[in-house]
């Protein structure tokens, strides 16, 4: 998953997350959007543990010794 594709997930959460906090009535929701709501969050949800293990792989590697190759 590239950068774009994790912006996109996250404008999608946010749009989804501001619609529902503005509602200020009893309203009706259709299984379709719960369905989507649901995706969106699982997309975010993936991404995010994606960014989780990329970031942590990243900090154990910087952690490990380096090797000193002399060139002569």
Request: with cysteine.
């Amino acid at each position: 998953m590239d950068l774009t594709q994790v912006q996109l997930l996250l404008v999608e959460a946010r749009s989804a997350a501001t619609e529902l906090y503005d509602i200020q009535r009893p309203m009706l929701v259709s299984p379709g959007t719960l369905h989507r709501l649901a995706q969106s969050l699982i997309d975010l949800t993936t991404a995010c543990e994606g960014l989780q293990r990329w970031g942590l792989g990243l900090l154990v590697q910087a952690t490990r010794p380096q090797e000193h190759h002399d060139v002569h």
